[in-house]
């Protein structure tokens, strides 16, 4: 059996561009053929059917739909407000070792003079 794998892959090595392009195709196919269908076993192993009473397809509709407008405005002011409150903080040192984690904040750290530059 080796020697016969080996025999092929000398074959392969062996053979015009477009016939070891072929081989590559299928390898590379078979092989994620192989790897989604370990995937798809493993998720079926992992996952369990849910238990209770099968949920109802009746399912009312939301009273007031706040459409996209407002929905993007939310995301987007609470996207800015976490930049700038990131922009606007201040700065913070953050020493850990084994022992334990030391914090320096900046009113207990000695003022570093400003020093212009030519």
Do not use: C
């Not at 790897?35 to 192993?45: P, Q, S, T």
């Not at 407002?70 to 995301?75: D, T, V």
């Not at 800015?80 to 070792?97: F, L, V, W, Y």
């Not at 750290?109 to 530059?117: F, G, H, Q, V, Y």
């Amino acid at each position: 059996m080796r020697n016969n794998l080996k025999h092929f892959i000398t074959h392969i090595q062996n053979a015009d561009e477009p016939v070891r392009r072929r081989w590559l195709l299928i390898l590379s196919g078979s092989s994620m053929l192989i790897v989604i269908a370990l995937w798809i076993g493993y998720i079926n192993l992992i996952v369990t059917a849910p238990e209770g009473p099968p949920l109802t397809a009746e399912a009312t509709p939301p009273a007031t739909d706040p459409g996209f407008p407002k929905i993007f405005g939310a995301g987007l002011k609470a996207v800015t407000d976490e930049a700038r409150k990131q922009i606007g903080g201040e700065n913070e040192i953050t020493i850990e070792n084994p022992k334990g984690n030391f914090q320096l904040s900046p009113e207990k750290l000695p003022p570093i003079p400003r020093t212009k530059l030519p």
